[in-house]
T-cell receptor, first 113, second 114 residues
Framework: AQSVTQLGSHVSVSEGALVLLRCNYS??????LFWYVQYPNQGLQLLLK??????LVKGINGFEAEFKKSETSFHLTKPSAHMSDAAEYFC???????????FGKGTRLHILP | DADVTQTPRNRITKTGKRIMLECSQT?????MYWYRQDPGLGLRLIYY???????NKGEISDGYSVSRQAQAKFSLSLESAIPNQTALYFC?????????????FGSGTRLTVV
């Protein structure tokens, strides 16, 4: 069965520093991969998705993620953290175009002034 | 108005009570989902529906039931609430070809069972 593992339930970075949130997936077939963001007291919103086109995917708010099949990874990065990036981030996977999405346990990103 | 509306936003109920959480959407999507979110556990799928006549259990359906009253409405019921059902509940919708578009989420219902 497909799954995703997010490394680190909490990550702290200084404002202006690189953001790196790690996600590894497990899937027997080429997966569809997603990153969602949840701001306080809100629902989740789609940040970006990988659907077998370009391996480097650009999303909203300056985030991007790179699909690496050899490492079964889909890490999320942003060159320079902003205070408004403080939120919880979820990596997610689907094994085919029409299937439900399975979510990871989430990583809470803290931005230090 | 929001694309996906969940009511109520917050609810406190007593152990043993029946409670219904409601979800309605204006996206015109066929697919609807109920997830619960617990700290450190992420989102876990309770039930999902790919159309009005199609209802499927997710990974944690015990103690829950659902009703798809129309394409736009999908309700989640707790027949006899227990404290470990205290959680944040999310409804989501998608088109067929889910991976192309992802989900649209509601704002959530925070349920406390005392």
């Amino acid at each position: 069965a497909q799954s995703v593992t997010q490394l680190g339930s909490h990550v702290s970075v200084s404002e202006g520093a690189l953001v790196l949130l790690r996600c590894n997936y497990s899937s027997s077939v080429p997966p569809y991969l997603f990153w969602y963001v949840q701001y306080p007291n809100q629902g989740l919103q789609l940040l970006l998705k990988y659907t077998s086109a370009a391996t480097l995917v650009k999303g909203i708010n300056g985030f991007e993620a790179e699909f690496k099949k050899s490492e079964t990874s889909f890490h999320l990065t942003k060159p320079s953290a902003h205070m408004s990036d403080a939120a919880e981030y979820f990596c997610a996977v689907s094994v085919n175009r029409d299937d439900k999405i399975i979510f990871g346990k989430g990583t809470r990103l803290h931005i230090l002034p | 108005d929001a694309d996906v509306t969940q009511t109520p936003r917050n609810r406190i109920t007593k152990t043993g009570k029946r409670i219904m959480l409601e979800c309605s959407q204006t996206k015109g999507h066929d697919r609807m989902y109920w997830y619960r979110q617990d700290p450190g556990l992420g989102l876990r799928l309770i039930y999902y529906s790919f159309d009005v006549k199609d209802i499927n259990k997710g990974e944690i359906s015990d103690g829950y039931s659902v009703s798809r009253q129309a394409q736009a409405k999908f309700s989640l019921s707790l027949e006899s609430a227990i404290p470990n059902q205290t959680a944040l509940y999310f409804c989501a919708t998608s088109e067929s070809g889910t991976a192309d578009y992802g989900y649209t989420f509601g704002s959530g219902t925070r349920l406390t069972v005392v």
